[in-house]
DNA sequence: AGCGCACTACGTACACTGTACGTAACTAGG
DNA sequence: CCTAGTTACGTACAGTGTACGTAGTGCGCT
């Protein structure tokens, strides 16, 4: 009868609820949503249990009867706006399909912004997952490949909007805490930048920096990174 | 006077040593390497402020003095791992170089299993990230390409490699704070993914897990990976 | 019907975190 | 020389995750 809880579980295998005793005052959804809520409000280091309990109403560490360890808080989070994607019934192009996709993806993250650095921590597929993976692969259905090189696909495809979005959403998030604007973050970051590649020390990266290429359009360059991983799979090309 | 320090700081804009006052105890490099042998030795998670000072040998509030945020600290030890890049004279072949380029990351990533969480949270460019960022350009000498193509395809690289690494490493991670052991760790994982997968409704994904594909090689995925991001940007193909 | 057990709820407590602030010693520039 | 800017570091505070104990609740079983 010792140590029976030193064994790994997934929240999603727990029954939200058992039968036995009181129904709970809440579900995961209520507890999900009231994370999102914080974290969307006041930044991902405000999601306390503290904070998150006294959102819900409740006892801080009433919020262990629903969630094991704050790990599984995090996951309930990234599952509940995974639920914000919507789907629609696959085209028949594929690349499009993903494209769309991807596109989502992206808009949901920003609506989100701490998304990205909760994915670097977080491993293990929820429900909302796996619902977006099998969307996925009925929009590849038309491809002539084998599923682990769909697979392959979906998760190179993930990993370059999380990459690309974090980029994008880095200085917001980040100053969210701290007692000066991301317009002043930023300039002293390029600031330091030229310094250093005045220097002469990175002459390659000094011509880089010469070139005239206009305003930077990141959602341009988002575009173009999802076109050239597509392109290495396309059969057609 | 008032609310001077209210401005963001590059730490490498600070110089190591003013002139004025005693001389400092320690180093730059001395202070990276203490975390890094700390995240080495026990994760990520012990690298407090507390600790690192331990290991050091001085009072936590001594540490100050260098760092002026915990955050800095992390510039600190990414850019200390960044140093053990061993970079070779560009061969002419742009492709094997950039892979050169890439399996190097991958390895001081596995030597130091901590960085790819690290590198979600922390932005800006230390002086060893420019480093590899001059090499990259020069290994790409040969690629007639305009330089903001070239600064993306290394965006891109990079970001690949890391997401990658990051899953590859995943569970490694994770399970040094946990009371149970990594094999475990997985084999609930999967047990719990193929209990969805038998519901039914994730039909694709069940076809997926259904296909022998042979153990899975992750070494040989990363290849592909980097293959198809090369190809997309190769003029000759 | 009613016993008992598994559950909910939640207050208290502990170890630990980052870091603001104050004080003492030290050293180079004026 | 002197003084302003450093280094060094102890104390203190607000905040964190969560182990543990206790009280109440209601379903399932006998």
Redesign the pocket.
């Given at each position: 009868m010792a140590g029976r809880k030193a064994v790994p579980e997934v929240i999603w295998n727990r029954p939200?609820?058992?039968?036995?005793?009181?129904?709970?005052?809440?579900s995961r959804a209520d507890i999900a949503a009231a994370a999102v809520r914080i974290a969307d409000a006041q930044g991902l280091d405000?999601?306390?249990?503290?904070?998150v309990?006294a959102e819900l109403?409740?006892?801080?560490?009433?919020?262990?009867?629903?969630v094991?360890?704050?790990?599984d808080?995090y996951e309930l989070m990234l599952d509940a706006v995974g639920a914000e994607h919507n789907f629609e019934d696959p085209s028949g192009d594929w690349r499009a399909d993903m494209l769309r996709n991807a596109h989502q993806t992206r808009v949901i993250m920003h609506r989100h912004p701490w998304v990205p650095r909760l994915m670097a921590g977080v491993y293990g597929f929820s429900p909302n997952t796996l619902r977006y993976l099998e969307h996925c692969l009925a929009c590849l259905e038309p491809l002539d490949l084998p599923y682990s090189t769909k697979m392959e696909m979906v998760a190179l495809l993930n990993g370059v909007v999380t990459t690309y979005t974090a980029n994008e959403l880095a200085t917001a998030e980040r100053t969210r805490s701290m007692p000066w604007s991301e317009e002043e973050e930023n300039a002293v970051r390029i600031a330091y930048l030229s310094s250093q590649v005045a220097t002469g020390a990175y002459p390659r990266l000094a011509e880089a920096f010469m070139e005239d290429s206009g305003p930077i359009d990141l959602e341009a360059m988002f575009e173009r990174a999802l076109g050239r991983v597509l392109d290495g799979f396309d059969p057609k090309r």
């Amino acid at each position: 009868m010792a140590g029976r809880k030193a064994v790994p579980e997934v929240i999603w295998n727990r029954p939200e609820r058992t039968g036995r005793g009181p129904r709970p005052s809440y579900s995961r959804a209520d507890i999900a949503a009231a994370a999102v809520r914080i974290a969307d409000a006041q930044g991902l280091d405000a999601v306390s249990m503290r904070h998150v309990a006294a959102e819900l109403g409740c006892g801080t560490m009433s919020l262990y009867n629903y969630v094991p360890r704050k790990e599984d808080l995090y996951e309930l989070m990234l599952d509940a706006v995974g639920a914000e994607h919507n789907f629609e019934d696959p085209s028949g192009d594929w690349r499009a399909d993903m494209l769309r996709n991807a596109h989502q993806t992206r808009v949901i993250m920003h609506r989100h912004p701490w998304v990205p650095r909760l994915m670097a921590g977080v491993y293990g597929f929820s429900p909302n997952t796996l619902r977006y993976l099998e969307h996925c692969l009925a929009c590849l259905e038309p491809l002539d490949l084998p599923y682990s090189t769909k697979m392959e696909m979906v998760a190179l495809l993930n990993g370059v909007v999380t990459t690309y979005t974090a980029n994008e959403l880095a200085t917001a998030e980040r100053t969210r805490s701290m007692p000066w604007s991301e317009e002043e973050e930023n300039a002293v970051r390029i600031a330091y930048l030229s310094s250093q590649v005045a220097t002469g020390a990175y002459p390659r990266l000094a011509e880089a920096f010469m070139e005239d290429s206009g305003p930077i359009d990141l959602e341009a360059m988002f575009e173009r990174a999802l076109g050239r991983v597509l392109d290495g799979f396309d059969p057609k090309r």
